[in-house]
């Protein structure tokens, strides 16, 4: 009976089908969820949106994907997303260990990749200290070797520390040419946008970099005690 139902969706999905000049909308949603149609696209309405795209799974299937407006500022490219996930490089139900075996430790070993996507992963915080952060290889071996807070994909917290991290790894063990994160985003993203914007800065441009210096009492307690924090 579900597959029936899930079948009829589909038929409805296509009839839903639409294409919005105005804003090269352009998508599908299944029956019942057209609400989010409008939605999307009141947003480039109201809140002057030049570019966006949206994907919504229901119990495993997808009943919303809408895609619409511009790449650019220019308005020159229509918005694309051909993303890792959509060039068949990543699956979202995927355990890491498929694309990252050495994370698959101390608890981590049923980790999804829509796990560590959705902030479900249990590592919201490091062990390691702060004058690390910048040793990518250093901080990704010590992710490998941290037991989760929880077990991965029974709760959610912010990893506000190290998503970068997680999702940037994923993102080089995929990519076919095993760039870097930072070299990824300059090729795949600012660089198309002539955009500035780094993950790891040029060495050749940072004397153009204003420092953020904290408080000392600040950098002690997100040094020794950041757990207690997150």
Not at 93 to 119: C, F, M, P, R
Request: glycine share 6%; with cysteine.
């Amino acid at each position: 009976m579900a597959y029936f139902t899930w079948f009829l969706l589909y038929l409805f999905s296509t009839v839903f089908c639409y294409n919005e000049s105005d804003h090269n909308i352009h998508g599908t949603t299944a029956y019942g969820w057209e609400f989010v149609r409008d939605l999307f696209r009141e947003n480039f309405i109201q809140q002057q949106e030049l570019g966006a795209a949206i994907a919504v799974y229901h119990h495993g299937h997808l009943v919303v994907d809408l895609k619409g407006g511009w790449f650019d500022e220019s308005r020159t490219k229509l918005y694309d997303d051909n993303s890792l996930q959509l060039q068949g490089l990543l699956d979202y139900s995927a355990l890491v260990t498929k694309y990252w075996s050495e994370y698959g430790q101390n608890g981590k070993e049923n980790t999804t990749v829509a796990d560590i996507l959705s902030h479900r992963a249990g590592l919201p915080y490091t062990s390691s200290p702060i004058d690390q952060f910048t040793n990518w290889t250093a901080m990704i071996h010590t992710l490998e070797q941290e037991e989760p807070l929880w077990a991965p994909g029974t709760a959610h917290g912010y990893h506000a520390v190290t998503y970068g991290w997680l999702a940037g790894e994923l993102v080089h063990r995929v990519d076919p040419k095993k760039r870097s994160f930072g070299q990824f985003i300059k090729d795949e993203i600012a660089s198309p946008l002539q955009i500035e914007f780094y993950i790891g800065l040029p060495p050749n441009i940072q004397y153009r970099v204003s420092p953020v210096v904290p408080h000392p009492d600040v950098k002690n307690m997100l040094n020794e005690t950041m757990k207690d924090y997150f």
